[in-house]
């Protein structure tokens, strides 16, 4: 049960809180975070930026979990969380939102600056906005709400901020779980506000595996006149692509908690061959993503691959290198019943008048890694589904309104 009265206080505290919402947007994403994978110097500053605003908001519990690594500057890559004490301190909540973006790609696709937020039509415009600030944002005011009403948790609650989300993991949430020390215990309600719907009514409990490979194909080289005397390394790599995309035809099933209910195999990345147009071209990169449903195996999905790739090679005489970028096999799901997704079933519930459900998804998200080790994570935001594009936003009522449902967590623990 909760104390309705008290979630009233915070709820309009959280509703004071707007502009101060929209100012912490405005500061993260003026520092942009980006990880060496991606081009990037990593989160270091704007892990800085976050701390220092906490520490003005009266937050003084602060943890440190860095990762080492030496191909950003300062050589560090910051995990950290900040506290609320409960009353019961052996019981723990844990809101998991990751401080790195993507880039922002193509800047003439976008209409302004991509790091210098601006507001339009009650919507928070810039990289990052949506993910994962908005519940970034969102899992800091909900926490000083009751800083600020004086009202300590049931439960100690735990905002936990992490690196290298938008890559594999192994500088965040990978590094935290492979501690010595084991921070997160099965008992705790484990929130990773990174995934959703426009409704907010999704309750993420499973996702699909997840493959990202790269084709090298080796030909040779000759001059665009004299095709004959080369071997078309894009050609063949173009062959390549329309049988591998014929995977959806071999893994064919389908499970309607997904949504597309279908694994997928989708072309991407594409480097550059030659610099010129008559000149064939003995080399051809290009890149896949597949998101495959838990009833495979990754394993017979790269078995069938290999023999794809061995019978091109032998079509068109050229060699084919695969390389394997991100592996993420599918982990056990967690529970519809389990306490984590019941408590958030309410406080969505409370807060946005829906009917929540526990689904599947195809995205990638830090719950995986956990549910590997046997904790049970709920992974939820409502969300407008504008992450990785131009113009990326959030709405800000999506903002105050996911603070709330935070809110209503910490209360319930």
Not at 128 to 135: A, F, R
Not at 330 to 339: G, K, M, Y
């Amino acid at each position: 049960m909760i104390d309705e009265v008290l979630f009233e206080k915070v709820s309009r505290r959280i509703d004071q809180s707007r502009q101060d919402m929209i100012e912490l947007q405005k500061a993260l994403t003026a520092v942009p975070a980006v990880g060496p994978a991606n081009g990037g110097d990593g989160e270091m500053p704007k892990a800085l930026a976050l701390k220092k605003r906490l520490v003005k908001m009266g937050f003084t519990i602060f943890r440190h979990f860095d990762a080492p690594d030496p191909t950003v500057s300062g050589g560090l890559r910051p995990n950290f969380l900040t506290s609320l004490p409960g009353k019961d301190d052996s019981r723990r909540i844990w809101i998991i939102t990751h401080l790195d973006i993507v880039p922002p790609g193509e800047p003439g696709l976008w209409s302004a600056d991509p790091y210098r937020v601006y507001v339009k039509d009650d919507c928070v415009y810039g990289r990052g906005t949506e993910d994962n600030q908005q519940d970034m944002v969102a899992s800091v005011f909900a926490a000083r709400a009751l800083l600020e009403e004086g009202i300590p948790p049931p439960a100690t609650v735990n905002l936990l901020f992490v690196s290298d989300e938008e890559t594999s993991s192994e500088k965040g949430v990978q590094h935290l779980l492979g501690l010595p020390e084991k921070i997160f215990s099965p008992g705790d309600w484990i929130v990773a506000p990174d995934s959703g719907n426009s409704e907010g009514s999704l309750i993420e409990v499973t996702e699909k595996g997840i493959l990202w490979l790269g084709f090298r194909t080796t030909g040779k080289q000759c001059h665009g006149s004299k095709p004959q005397l080369g071997i078309n390394a894009f050609s063949a790599a173009s062959r390549l692509v329309i049988e591998l995309t014929e995977l959806c035809k071999i893994f064919d099933a389908a499970d309607p908690l997904f949504d597309p209910p279908v694994s997928t195999f989708e072309p991407t990345k594409k480097e550059a061959n030659v610099g010129n147009i008559n000149t064939i071209p003995g080399e051809d990169v290009f890149y896949m993503d597949c998101r495959i449903l838990p009833c495979y195996r990754i394993d017979d999905v790269l078995s069938e691959i290999k023999k794809i790739t061995k019978s091109i090679e032998t079509a068109y005489r050229v060699t084919i290198e695969i390389s394997i970028h991100q592996r993420v096999d599918s982990a056990p799901s967690t529970p519809a019943d389990a306490p984590v997704v019941r408590a958030l079933t309410d406080a969505v519930n409370r807060v946005y008048q829906i009917r929540a459900f526990a689904g599947g998804v195809g995205a990638g998200t830090v719950a995986a890694y956990f549910r590997k080790q046997g904790l049970s994570v709920a992974v939820w935001s409502k969300t407008n589904m504008k992450a990785h594009q131009p113009d990326e936003n959030c709405p800000i009522g999506n903002m105050t309104g996911d603070a709330k449902v935070f809110a209503h967590l910490f209360l319930q623990a």
